[in-house]
């Protein structure tokens, strides 16, 4: 690992995740917008317009000034906390697509230039080589999404490039079309949305209505090709693969962003139907407004979603988040991890902790680790780091050896509470007790009914054979020993025996 | 367990020579549209002219600030790209040290863009130009700052990592300030030096504009040599490689040609003057580049690297280059020769 951990308290998703859709959704604006503002004017002069030209003036300062100034800069900023948050992957995706990058630049110096041009050219330019600087815009705008498109989606379904490492293979990677598609889409969604916000406040009526109601048209044109790009999505054969599904299943983020998008695009599409074609007199910019934030959560759901089914990896089936290449991990065996970080804080459960679980996890704030290993000891904790990557969460395996996941479980157990779970919960006995023990210890691999249900296989047990399973300390590799006190092992074989009683609830703790 | 063995992304995808002239070149292109932002800035309230902002050179300056910003953060983005590429484990390393800082550079930017923005935009008058402008000059002194910092702690890793182990919360400023100061003024002389040109420049058929800027550019000068020798002699060990190596050479050819721009600009020969400064800022561009080998000595050497050549990108991409210059030129010839009255 050669670059330091940044250790702060801020959790690295919410702050990727606060700059990244802030910046997908004005670029995607950027794109769709600079489409609508050309065609628009050309329809304008043709009907020599003049409200509706005025209208695309100002549409054109508010367009320049959001994109330029939050579109780029968050651009750039996205280059700065990426190289903050995950060093290691960064690299690799330069090194890999330095080229395309710097082809996208290329396409970048003809946006912007086009864009400051275009609106300062209204007064200044004749309207044929207005519009002509349009198009340009437009052509450089979209040109750059061909590019990054390639770069974005190949973190999610890099292909053949794990075989051949060429850079096309990696660029036209299987997602790579439906993707364009998508994105294509959403950006004519978002230019007629952000239009239709403008529009809102024309004040001359019949100005407003019509522009309102083209804008509107526009956006609802945008919502269908992004519903091609996403059936497209869904045939990807490479996504329904076991790896993906697995992830979907398994974790509760995936389902809850699909959902979250379903809904934030019917509701955008169907207030763009209604309020901007059917009842354009209603739109007013506090409506345009939450049409604006209901593209947004879908926008921002859609990421959350593609983000959400990548873990644990950064670059899928190539590196985890927390920076490992997945080749080293499996092929490390016994390799000390701490000899291969090259900036140490002198804390060696302090560094573990940052380059194994903290890109992901804080001990106690964003995604605490602290809760799941309340109650639990060192042996339990540095156990269950050996079966880390069979969790229901996908997760990274550990990338040290025996010594150092003790190092680490040891480091952790000081950091949480491990006095018994009757101890932290007193009064808490028999079956109840059961549960809290069965959440701690066991539930991070067995859900009851769900990942790794375990009722099958305790269905003919006794409290004795349960006992005996429990007392054996090499079940699995991955499964740590229990190594709770006989309050904690008794109230567990209680719990597990209530499965079997004829009024046990369906549902148990996760 | 049979491991599968996925592609490694070790090697540089082209000659570390032609990585290195794309480097300086948009370096020195990025410090050019900067030099125009910042240095103008400076010259504005420095300049004092009669009538203040309401003067037309100061009014015609304060419209372009904003596209002199979108051309610094678009010219930024490349010498970035390819410092990141062969440099990229040491300066991510100082960025991570340094990452509060490193990340206030991006939001100061866009503080800052914003601020000129309104201070274009505004009819609120001048006192609430000067603010605007101030707060954006504000900005830009802290991202100056903070890469000054943060470079310089880049070319020094030992350093890092002491700094590291005394706090990885990423709230680090390079202590050393001797490490950086010399090379933050230099920059600063620099910065004013185009500044002042570009003012003297916009201003030129304005006799106080035109002494103004005559003015700043000559004190930059004189500014950015002194510092620059000061940073020179600072170098310690250093000294001695350098002026064994190219870097002297481009030193040399930088401080000639900065020298000739002089006598050129003070007759009013801008072409040639202009030509003769950015000239001058290549060689020190360059110059600035072998320091940093020099300083990585031990810790980063970019010549051992090993190269696997993606000569088909790269032509694609020098098509796509062709391709945008082309367009950018087209696009300006249209603009600045359509008459105001055209629409």
Not at chain 2, 105 to 130: E, H, W
Not at chain 2, 267 to 280: A, C, I, V
Not at chain 2, 305 to 320: E, K, S, Y
Request: aromatic share 12%; hydrophobic share 50%; net charge negative.
């Amino acid at each position: 690992m050669p670059y330091p951990f940044w250790e702060t308290d801020l959790g690295y998703g919410p702050l990727m995740a606060a700059i990244a859709v802030l910046h997908v959704f004005v670029s995607h604006f950027a794109i769709g917008g600079g489409l609508y503002l050309v065609v628009a004017e050309r329809g304008a002069r043709r009907r020599a317009d003049l409200p509706r030209l005025a209208f695309l003036e100002r549409l054109s300062r508010f367009f320049a000034l959001l994109t330029l100034v939050l579109g780029a800069l968050t651009g750039v900023a996205i280059w700065f906390v990426i190289g903050l948050l995950s060093p290691d992957g960064t690299e690799a995706l330069i090194r890999t697509f330095v080229w395309g990058w710097a082809i996208e630049w290329t396409f970048f110096v003809v946006e912007v230039l086009a864009a400051l041009l275009y609106y300062y050219g209204w007064r200044r330019l004749s309207p044929g080589r207005h519009m002509a600087i349009g198009w340009v815009y437009f052509a450089a705008a979209w040109l750059s999404l061909v590019v990054i498109n390639g770069i974005v989606t190949f973190m999610l379904t890099p292909g053949a490039w794990l075989e051949t490492g060429a850079f096309w293979d990696g660029f036209f990677n299987p997602t790579y079309w439906p993707s364009l598609v998508l994105r294509t889409g959403i950006c004519i969604l978002l230019g007629g949305t952000f239009a239709v916000y403008v529009a809102g406040g024309i004040p001359e009526r019949d100005t407003r209505l019509s522009t309102v109601r083209g804008a509107g048209l526009w956006g609802l044109t945008g919502l269908l090709v992004s519903v091609v790009g996403f059936w497209m999505y869904l045939r990807v054969d490479v996504l329904s693969q076991e790896s993906f599904r697995e992830v979907a299943d398994r974790l509760v983020l995936p389902g809850l962003a699909t959902e979250y998008m379903l809904v934030a695009t019917a509701l955008l599409g169907a207030g763009l139907l209604i309020t901007a074609v059917l009842l354009p007199r209603i739109q007013r910019r506090p409506v345009g407004l939450l049409l604006l934030l209901f593209a947004l959560m879908g926008m921002g759901s859609f990421e959350t979603y593609r983000e959400a089914v990548r873990k644990p990896y950064v670059i899928h089936g190539y590196m985890y988040g927390n920076g490992q290449r997945k080749d080293r991990v499996e092929a490390g065996g016994e390799e000390s991890l701490l000899e291969r970080i090259a900036y140490r804080t002198g804390d060696d459960g302090r560094d573990l902790f940052n380059y194994s679980c903290r890109s992901c996890h804080q001990l106690e704030g964003y995604r605490a680790i602290k809760p799941f290993f309340d109650g639990t000891d060192a042996a339990y904790i540095s156990g269950a780091l050996a079966g880390v990557h069979v969790m229901r969460a996908p997760m990274p395996p550990f990338a040290g050896n025996a010594e150092e996941r003790a190092v680490l479980g040891a480091w952790i157990a000081e950091r949480v509470d491990t006095r018994p779970l009757h101890e932290i919960h007193p009064g808490v006995e028999g079956i109840e007790l059961g549960r809290l023990v069965y959440s701690a210890r066991c539930a991070s691999c067995h859900a009851i009914g769900g990942y790794g249900d375990v009722r099958e296989t305790f269905e003919d047990f006794e409290a004795e054979d349960i006992a005996e399973v429990l007392a054996d300390n090499e079940m699995s590799e991955e499964m740590p020993r229990f190594s709770g006190d006989e309050t904690e092992r008794d109230a567990l074989i209680e719990y597990i025996l209530s499965w079997y009683e004829e009024d046990a609830p369906e549902e148990a703790p996760r | 367990m049979i491991v599968l063995a996925l592609p490694d992304y070790d090697a540089l995808p082209a000659p570390l020579w032609l990585l290195t002239v794309l480097h300086v070149l948009t370096l020195s292109l990025h410090f050019a549209a900067m030099g125009c932002l910042f240095g103008g800035l400076l010259t504005l309230f420095g300049a004092r002219l009669p009538g203040g902002l309401e003067h037309p050179c100061a009014k015609r300056l304060v419209t372009l600030f904003p596209s002199l910003m979108a051309a610094t953060v678009t010219l930024g983005v490349a010498p970035l790209l390819f410092a990141q590429l062969v440099y990229g484990r040491v300066l991510y390393s100082a960025a991570i040290v340094s990452g509060w800082f490193w990340l206030g550079i991006p939001i100061m930017a866009m503080l800052a863009y914003a601020c000129l923005y309104a201070a274009a935009f505004t009819k609120q008058g001048v006192g609430r130009v000067r603010l605007w402008l101030l707060l954006a000059l504000a900005g830009l002194v802290y991202v100056s700052l903070t890469y000054s910092s943060v470079f310089s702690l880049a070319e020094r890793p030992d350093a890092q990592k002491t700094y590291y182990e005394g706090d990885a919360s990423g709230l680090v400023w390079h202590p050393d300030v001797t490490a950086w100061i010399m090379r933050w003024l230099h920059m600063l002389g620099g910065t004013l030096t185009i500044g002042g040109f570009f003012f003297g420049v916009l201003g030129r058929r304005d006799e106080a504009a035109r002494h103004k800027g005559q003015f700043f550019f000559l004190v930059g000068t004189g500014a950015a040599f002194l510092t620059g020798m000061v940073y020179l002699f600072t170098l310690g060990d250093l000294l001695k490689p350098f002026m064994k190596s190219a870097g002297i050479y481009s030193l040399t050819f930088g401080i000639v040609a900065a020298l000739i721009a002089v006598p050129l600009y003070l007759k009013q020969r801008l072409w040639l003057s202009g030509l003769s400064l950015g000239l001058g800022l290549l060689g020190m561009v360059h110059a600035r580049h072998v320091v940093r080998d020099l300083r990585l000595e031990g810790h980063l050497d970019p010549a051992a690297m090993t190269v696997d050549p993606q000569w088909g990108l790269f032509a694609l991409f020098a098509v796509c280059l062709l391709v945008a210059l082309a367009a950018v030129a087209w696009m300006l010839r249209l603009f600045f020769r359509a008459d105001a009255a055209g629409a």
